[in-house]
């Protein structure tokens, strides 16, 4: 606002009843142009509006629903992790099919001993994660009735009464038992989305595709690996309440990273499962 210079005590303020005009003092900073004022006005308003945007935007963020999240972060990463079948996989799926369906797949009992082999990697790795619990709610996750390792070990050992050959682990399985073991050193909600989809998937459908490879080349034998000590449903059931009551101390942003890393899960799991075709 412009400053009005004060009149001198000494100034009359009437001179024969009429208004002594004063001149416009010629002071720099009472001169400012009436469109700076509007300009500066209209600059005000809309910083204020962007504030206002801003701070709505914020607002609607920290609202939002993400699928699934009202019962529990299990059920996000089952919702993201369902997205990632493929549409013969899953109505839910949204991947396009790569190769061929499995009801035409021809595996051998040389690529199911790879595949079960490097299963075996996998859930040893997993499992002595969990005993050494570098982060502490890995301990949570300790014999949950879930665990693989001596149900492959016991499928293995069949095989080899059987007179076959039991090869080492491969490249697969490898890289992938490597990087859960780096990865459950720094990143714990990383780890828990492949804790979750190895466990999951294996009992869903990781059972259909050893009841086909069983009809096809093991005269229909289940193996050990596919059979679980108690109720499965409720084995499951137990632990998706302990991944939820973990899941509740993280933020939104840890949770979205833990999502994020379900494409890879699929990855290294996908690499393990083409085993049996080759």
């Not at 006005?41 to 701070?55: G, I, N, Q, T």
Request: hydrophobic fraction near 35%.
């Amino acid at each position: 606002m412009a400053s009005i210079t004060p009149l001198s005590q000494s100034q009359p303020l009437y001179e024969k009843t009429q208004f002594t005009l004063l001149k416009t003092p010629q002071n720099q900073f009472c001169s400012i142009p009436f469109s700076r004022f509007t300009q500066s006005s209209k600059l005000s308003l809309k910083k204020s509006r962007m504030v206002v945007v801003s701070a709505t935007t914020a607002a609607e963020k920290s609202n939002k629903r993400y699928p699934g999240e009202a019962k529990g972060f299990v059920e996000e990463m089952r919702f993201v992790a369902m997205k990632l079948h493929t549409k013969d996989q899953s109505k839910e799926g949204e991947k396009e099919p790569e190769g061929q369906p499995m009801a035409k797949w021809e595996p051998s009992v040389e690529g199911y001993l790879k595949f079960l082999v490097d299963s075996k990697l996998v859930y040893d790795t997993l499992e002595k994660i969990m005993e050494k619990a570098p982060f502490s709610e890995y301990a949570e996750f300790r014999n949950t009735g879930l665990e693989r390792s001596e149900a492959l070990a016991k499928d293995l050992e069949w095989f080899r009464l059987q007179g076959y050959a039991i090869p080492e682990p491969s490249a697969p399985g490898l890289n992938y038992a490597r990087y859960l073991e780096e990865l459950s050193e720094k990143d714990p909600q990383a780890f828990i989305c492949h804790f979750y989809n190895t466990y999951f998937a294996h009992s869903a459908g990781g059972r259909m595709i050893g009841r086909k490879v069983a009809e096809k080349i093991l005269n229909k034998k289940g193996l050990e690996f596919y059979k679980w000590d108690g109720d499965l449903s409720q084995l499951l059931q137990n632990v998706r309440e302990k991944l939820n009551k973990v899941a509740e101390n993280w933020t939104r942003e840890e949770k979205n990273h833990c999502l994020e890393e379900t494409e890879k899960s699929f990855k290294f799991s996908g690499e393990i499962l083409r085993l049996i075709l080759s």
